[in-house]
């Protein structure tokens, strides 16, 4: 496997929960190999004409390019947000037995 096809997808969610509920289900659906879920992070945006400063939790996902589509489908059906953070970043390179292993978990 290439780091090419690696993508890191970023998604917020307003609960810890919510967050570990989300993960659980893309490795379930092998959408995604491993999710990581950051604590806490304090979220400023506007919405809806206010300007937001909430508490969320980030989830760092990693998964291949051929299951991009599929995510971005799959995380608004089960987010409780109207319109979720789904951000797709293309990975330059890493350590080959991790790509491999990335690879190896998301076939499916």
């Not at 307003?14 to 995604?32: F, K, N, Y």
């Not at 979220?43 to 299951?67: C, M, N, P």
Request: charged share 25%.
């Amino acid at each position: 496997m290439v780091a090419s096809d690696v993508r890191i997808v970023l998604v917020t969610a307003p609960a810890e929960g919510e967050a570990v509920d989300l993960c659980r289900t893309l490795i379930s659906e092998r959408l995604v190999a491993c999710g990581n879920i950051v604590r806490e992070v304090r979220s400023l945006y506007q919405w809806e004409g206010r300007i937001r400063d909430e508490a969320e939790f980030l989830l760092v996902l990693k998964t291949v390019e051929s299951k991009v589509p599929d995510l971005l489908l799959r995380v608004p059906e089960l987010h409780s947000y109207a319109v979720p953070e789904v951000l797709v970043l293309n990975v330059e390179t890493g350590y080959q037995p991790y790509l491999s292993w990335l690879e190896a978990e998301t076939v499916g």
